[in-house]
Structure formats: structure tokens, C-alpha cells
């Protein structure tokens, strides 16, 4: 049990970072959804799904960070291969496939994973979407169908994942709320996927505040985020 967890929490990791027909997956599932608060620990709130009407069960967690939105933004959204190392030590491949701008691009990603189970890569879309209010940004990754050729022996994994940016303190602190569900597919039965996956909003976002703390002073901002947050009031999160 615990190798499995394992495995399914690395996949879970790689397609939050970087993040066929019938792959399409509503924004809807993750923005209404009701929670059920789980815990609270480490300044991490976690939630499970309150309905779920799948067999895979979505997770969200809540957390605030001592450092400006274009910070935490900066450090998300970074496609360097040797950044993704970083997270990921067992990233095979890690690409842009298409690029409109900033905010909107395809990515691939493709891990190793220790036998027998076999090795997992995904094509998702990436998006960058400021919010109406001035002070909230969703950074927005869902599987989608690409032309890119999969690979033998390989499993394409499914995967939607929403990071909800929100300045707080005039800017001072960030407010992040990650809702995520992904299906790592293949042989891996659907309760071990629900099971690993209890522990994955407080460890992603564990990491996420790890490591934008210990990037944050070495992080270059892009114009481009600088006007983002326009914020002069705290929002409650």
C-alpha cells in the first residue's frame, strides 16, 4: 500500500507543477464543488470532496504565504526542465508543445516510475487567467487532446488541477487554493487512487510554500505579472 501511495502522490506532484476526444473536463467540477474540511495543520486547510459524482474523489487544500502574488505566480508557472527536476527528481521529459503566449500553452511531461508499474507521461493545457476583481488570478491546467505521439509501454495519465492566486495585505501575502482531481489510469484501482490522494492537497502545498520561500528572493518577475494584482483592500479567502 504505502509503494503505491507513493507512486500515485509522484504522479500526482508532476501534474500539478508543471500541470482524446472525451478528455475535456468542465471547469465547473472544480469551481462548484462543496468541501468537507478534513484537517487543518502546518497553516494547511484540507477538503475532500463533499458529493463526488465520480469514483475518483477531488481534493482541495488552502494555505497563505508571506510573499507577493507575482511571486508565488512566478515560481507555479516556471517550465525550466531543470526547475522541474527540482520537484520531480524522476522527470524524464518535461517540454512546451505549444506556446501562444504566457498565459496559455500546451506542456508534456513524462516521469519514470520504479517496476512494476509502468511509466506515466501527460499532454495538459496551461492557463494563466487574471480575475475580474484585480486581485485573483486562477492558474488554470487540465488534460487535453494534442497531437503528440504517445509512447510504448507508456500510460497517458488525465489530470485537472486549479491553483486560485489571491493577493492579500495589499499585496504583502498570497492566498493559494489548490482544487485538484487526476487519474493516473492503467492498472491502479480507483480506491488506492482515492486513497493517496487523501494526503495530496497538504503535501503539494507543503512543497509549494517550500519552495517559493527558498526561490523567492531569486525569482525574476515578468512585466506581464506585474500588473496582475491591483489590489489595495485585503481579500478574505
Known sequence: ????????FKVLIITALVVGAGARICMAELTDTAWVLVDTRDSIATYHEKNPSEKIVA???KSVLDVSPEIVL?????ANYQSQKEWVPDLIDFRILKQ???FDRILY???DIPWPAKDRDFVYHARIMPQPDGKTVWLDY???AFPFPEK???VRGMMKTLFIITSRDNGKRTGIDLRASADPRGVVPKWVVNFAQRSYSYKMLKRVKERVYAKKDKVAITAEFR????DSTETEQ
Open 227 to 230: 500588473s496582475l494584482f491591483n
Open 59 to 61: 481534493v482541495r487544500g
Open 1 to 8: 500500500m504505502i509503494q503505491k501511495s507513493n507512486f500515485f
Open 142 to 144: 487540465r488534460s487535453v
Open 74 to 78: 512566478s515560481v507555479l508557472i516556471d
Open 109 to 111: 511531461v513524462y516521469v
Open 152 to 154: 510504448d509501454g507508456v
Open 100 to 102: 501562444d503566449s504566457i
